[in-house]
Nanobody, 118 residues
Framework: VEVVESGGGPVQVGGSLNVSCVAS????????MGWYRQTGTERELVSYI??????TYSDSVKGRFTISQDNVKNTLHLQMFNLKVEDTAMYYC??????????????WGLGTQVTVSS
């Protein structure tokens, strides 16, 4: 399974941007999907949607970002509003699933860069 992100780019402070990711095929035994971001060496969770529909957001983006999924199209979206300079990062999408051997696996995309400037 390959995961490909898209939609990143430059944006000004206060602006909006949508990023999306798509899985190349159906992921069986999917546990959840999430968006992460990384600046430097640290990767942090931005938002996550579990297979039961539970959604979580990091405190830093709560109220500004919205995660959504399309299970038919195997896509995950992140709508970002009122962007701040500190939102600048490489954004990664990841799918969590239980593999045939019973282990939890995570598939990452290669990321899409979001750059917020004043």
């Amino acid at each position: 399974v390959e995961v490909v992100e898209s939609g990143g780019g430059p944006v000004q402070v206060g602006g909006s941007l949508n990023v999306s990711c798509v899985a190349s095929e159906n992921i069986f035994n999917k546990v959840g999907m999430g968006w992460y971001r990384q600046t430097g060496t640290e990767r942090e969770l931005v938002s996550y949607i579990s297979s039961d529909g539970t959604i979580t957001y990091s405190d830093s983006v709560k109220g500004r970002f919205t995660i959504s999924q399309d299970n038919v199209k195997n896509t995950l979206h992140l709508q970002m509003f009122n962007l701040k300079v500190e939102d600048t990062a490489m954004y990664y999408c990841a799918f969590d699933y239980d593999n045939p051997f019973g282990y939890r696996s995570k598939t990452w995309g290669l990321g899409t860069q979001v750059t917020v400037s004043s």
